[in-house]
């Protein structure tokens, strides 16, 4: 008994027989039972005319009354009353079991219903008890668990068939038998993937299909769907977004111009300006380039807070320092290396410094005790300190303990931190905007254009969305100090000395040189978050957000900008009494380009 149980788990009719076993139709206030007991002859041997109700034996002082009964299942308030969301099959069930609980038989329930909706009931099997159900029309299994379908379980008599959220990757299975008379199929957010699935998607198959969804899956080429579905004569309507196939320019007069009977796409409805807008672009269809284009623009950014002021002045020795402000975004990385293609722009794959288990071969001389305490009295402390690791990238490797040994949480203190907000994701390049300087309002005036062949890493990419980062570069400058240069004067005469003179020039005045060297870069992200992309997969052309940080700056901070540009730009007022910073915040906006006419499709065409 149970290993019929456990055959059965999983299946379409364990979830309708579960299903059957909640709504109670045998329990109180439903069924026969104490509480109804005299409107119904016990079971002997009697006349026809005796297996009706006895009036005369109704409503006994122990029993309810059919009215009281039905107003215990359809009164809201009541505990008996059904979940909202019950469907009307569900309530007519519910007062049936009420008014003539003896119906309610295997054989009536089979033939009553026309429509099942199995919702997110983990089922993995369409078994073939489904074929107990006469004049079912109406079948929907989304949010399941079905990898595949045998056709020949599917009742004959079925018009729409769902199923939304499952895990099908082939509609081979669905095409050995399918219901002649299907005329809605939903197979939307499943697996099916790559350009093959066209061939099932034919009048040979669905010849009275009206309305097709295969919206959310990995379907690839465009040329060879549409010329699959161009043989369902009856075809109606037609979801095809979020595919990687609908990312292309040309993607929706493409399919208009192919379908000619099409009436809503993506439900949007074709209108006759459209088919007249890219008309004559279906006999082009080999010919364009089978590629998404996507324009990133990056504009000003608000908020920053002046580093510089918060260091002290630099002393003759240095160090000069100097502070730049930029923005980062990850984008898919094209199969033929797109961060190649753009001059002048930061394109780069961040990689971590180098590990310090790698000692260079010479390794640089110790300083003496006298030149290191110079060095720490010609540095003050507070920079000191910011030499040291800042949120990511360090400002230089520190120096290893002659003797590394085996320890390795001593060599791990050592390494580097890397912020991972640096770092792009797998298979995606790090974009970065020109570097600038600090400003109330930092103008980046960044635009640039992908264009993307590998469509189907492309689409992961915009489920996930990309990650924008605004960082800090802080640069530290070092006077250059040339080294010592000793000319042997013993034993030449004063001719020699002088002739020595001459070629070396004239004596220049002792100072530092005005060569300077530069630490690596020190970077600090101030502000990173997520821009949410999946919207350019579900049919929007245009992503605008302004990306908010949060608030960064200080009172102090703003003070002490506000001293230094009354002095050099003659500020006319001064820090208001309700101090509100603005917050760190960047714009940011990403879109599809989409071609609006047949002539725009055709600047696509690929040359042969």
Known sequence: MAGSVDRSAGTVSAAVREHLRKLCLREFPCGAGSWNKSRFLPRTCRVWRELVPRE??????????????LGLVCSPQSPWALLEGSSAEDRFLRQLAISNPQMLKEDFLNSYFRSLHVVDKKVSLVDKDLLKFPKLEELVLSANEIKEIDAFNLPP??????????????????????????????????????????????????????????????????????????????????????????????????????????????????????????????????????????????????????????????????????????????????????????????????????SEEEVPEEAPPTPTAEEAEEEAESVPSSLSQSLELESGV???????????????????????????????????????????????????????????????PLKAFLLAGTTVTIVEEKILSWPVVPPPVDFPTAGKGKGEKKKEKDQKGPRKKRGLSKELR??????????????????????ESLVSTLCKFG???????DRLTFLRDSKNKKAKKGLENDYRPEPLSVEVQIQIIQCRSAEEALRTLVVV
Not at 56 to 69: C, F, K, Q, R, Y
Not at 209 to 228: E, K, P
Not at 518 to 539: C, H, K, N, T, Y
């Open 394 to 456: 360090s400002a230089g490797t520190p120096s290893l303990p002659r003797s590394l040994g085996s320890d390795a949480e001593e060599l791990a203190q050592l390494r580097p931190r890397m912020d991972f907000r640096l770092c792009p994701s797998p298979g995606t390049v790090l974009f970065s905007t020109v570097r600038k300087p600090w400003a109330n309002v930092i103008p980046c005036s960044y635009e640039m254009q992908h264009s993307l062949r590998d469509l189907v």
């Open 551 to 557: 608030v960064i700056r200080t009172l102090e901070s």
């Open 56 to 69: 005369e034996e109704a409503g006994g002082p122990s029993e309810e009354t059919v009215e009281d009964l």
């Open 157 to 354: 008599t079925l018009k729409v068939l769902e199923l939304y959220g499952n895990y099908i990757s082939s509609m081979k299975c669905l095409c050995d038998r399918p219901p002649p008379g299907l005329q809605h199929l939903g197979l939307g957010d499943n697996k099916l993937l790559g350009p093959l699935q066209s061939v099932y998607i034919t009048a040979q198959h669905w010849p009275n299909l009206v309305s097709l969804d295969l919206g959310f899956n990995d379907l690839t080429d465009l040329q060879a769907m549409v010329a699959s579905l161009s043989t369902l004569q009856r075809l109606r309507l037609l979801v095809l977004q979020g595919n990687p196939l609908a990312l292309v320019p040309y993607y929706r007069g493409f399919t208009i111009d192919s379908l000619a009977r099409l009436c809503v796409l993506d439900d949007i409805t074709v209108s006759s300006s459209e088919k007249h807008q890219f008309q004559g672009l279906r006999p082009k269809g080999d010919f364009l380039a089978r590629e998404a284009q996507f324009v990133v623009t990056i504009g000003n950014i608000r908020g920053v807070l002046d580093s510089s002021v918060l260091d002290p002045d630099p002393g003759p020795q240095g160090p000069f320092i100097s502070y730049s402000y930029y923005v980062t975004y990850d984008f898919v990385e094209d199969e033929e290396g797109e961060g190649s293609e753009y001059e002048g722009v930061l394109a780069e794959i961040v990689k971590p410094a180098p």
């Open 518 to 539: 530069q630490d690596p870069p020190i970077l600090r992200v101030l502000g990173s978050g997520l821009v949410v992309l999946e919207p350019l997969l579900a049919g």
